[in-house]
Nanobody, 129 residues
Framework: QVQLVESGGGLVQAGGSLRLSCAAS????????MGWFRQAPGKEREFVADIWWSSDTTYDTYYADSVKGRFTISRDNAKNTVFLQMNSLRPEDTADYYC???????????????????WGQGTQVTVSS
């Protein structure tokens, strides 16, 4: 089992930045797909970004069009932690942000939340205009 705990959410003005963290425990997640999703009130959970192991020393990333160029996903395997650096935040980025993890026989970009078995409890991000 993998336990995930997000942190780093908060209230920020438009144009500001936040860095979300997702600390994993229970298992080493260095070869796991790690994803960030978000859910605004009244809306479905949507993909934000993911990072997956593509070779011994390389990870690949993928971003939703809405955050490309503004958000950066990264991981620190020594800390078993994944990060989401969010810059140039907009009011439409307001949502609960969730970290997800799973391991696949063929690591690749996974944007369907149904494909992830492990989820954190979420952290709230509010961007004021």
């Amino acid at each position: 089992q993998v336990q995930l705990v997000e942190s780093g959410g908060g209230l920020v003005q438009a144009g500001g930045s936040l860095r979300l963290s997702c600390a994993a425990s229970g298992r080493t997640v260095s070869t796991y797909n790690m994803g960030w999703f978000r859910q605004a009130p009244g809306k479905e959970r949507e993909f934000v970004a993911d990072i997956w192991w593509s070779s011994d020393t390389t990870y690949d990333t993928y971003y939703a069009d809405s955050v490309k160029g503004r958000f950066t996903i990264s991981r620190d395997n020594a800390k078993n932690t994944v990060f989401l650096q969010m810059n140039s935040l907009r009011p439409e980025d307001t949502a609960d942000y969730y970290c997800a993890a799973d391991r696949f026989i063929r690591p690749d970009h996974r944007m369907d939340p149904k494909e992830y078995a492990y989820w954190g409890q979420g952290t709230q991000v509010t961007v004021s205009s």
